[in-house]
């Protein structure tokens, strides 16, 4: 939650793929922690839908609102929105002709946009502030924002993030490749995966992860 405000900007970029929770784990000797109720013998395991958040306070609600208006964090659907569209669009180019595409998008942009409307993932957005910070908390945030060094981060950090996860992939990447070309001789099977000393992939190797799309 540090990183949604610190990193505000940023979030108005695309989505990034999100590690699932792990359950907890119990030490030998130790009670179960109660919430999750004993399954009776018959029952799916499916459990009810969570309950709807708390109400936000009105005030609070404007002020995280305006928060996320100056980082820009409000515009994190439509950029989402656009994103997949542009996903949508590079798969299905392989998969109909050419001149089949346009008619495609444009079927699919006008759904899309009826049953996924930006500004309900911004309404989603204000229990999470609401719950991470105090009033305090966002008033202060919404001063350091407004701040002419604010202004600065806000335009800034996306071509930061994009900027060094690209420096991250690529020194991760070199690690990765290093690796499995050590165990290629033990694996030749993967030989045909890795590309080669210059460079470029092999033939039907999988291309190099690329940074996540930001807001420009």
């Not at 949604?4 to 130790?30: D, H, Y």
């Not at 050419?98 to 309900?120: I, R």
């Not at 908390?137 to 993030?161: C, T």
């Amino acid at each position: 939650m540090a990183l949604l405000c610190i990193a505000g900007p940023a979030l108005a970029q695309a989505p990034t793929p999100t590690a699932q929770s792990q359950p907890a784990q119990r030490q030998p000797g130790t009670p179960a922690q109660p919430g999750t109720p004993a399954r009776t013998p018959g029952q799916t395991g499916v459990t009810a839908p969570a309950s709807s958040s708390p109400k936000v306070d009105p005030a609070k609600e404007a002020a995280i609102r305006h928060l996320m208006d100056i980082t820009e964090t409000s515009k994190l659907g439509d950029n989402i929105a656009a994103y997949l569209t542009g996903q949508v669009r590079d798969g299905v180019s392989h998969a109909i002709p050419p001149e089949g595409v346009s008619k495609f998008m444009e079927t699919f942009n006008q759904k899309f946009s009826a049953t996924s409307p930006g500004p309900s993932v911004a309404d989603a957005m204000v229990p999470i502030y609401a719950e991470a910070f105090s009033m305090e908390d966002i008033q202060s945030l919404i001063q350091f924002y407004e701040s002419p060094l604010g202004q600065r981060m806000v335009k800034a950090l996306p071509d930061v993030v994009q900027k060094s996860q690209a420096a991250g992939v690529q020194i991760e990447q070199t690690s990765a490749l290093k690796v499995l070309r050590e165990m290629s001789d033990d694996y030749p099977q993967i030989k045909e995966m890795l590309p080669n000393e210059g460079g470029e992939n092999a033939p039907g190797a999988a291309p190099a992860p690329a940074p996540s799309p930001t807001n420009k």
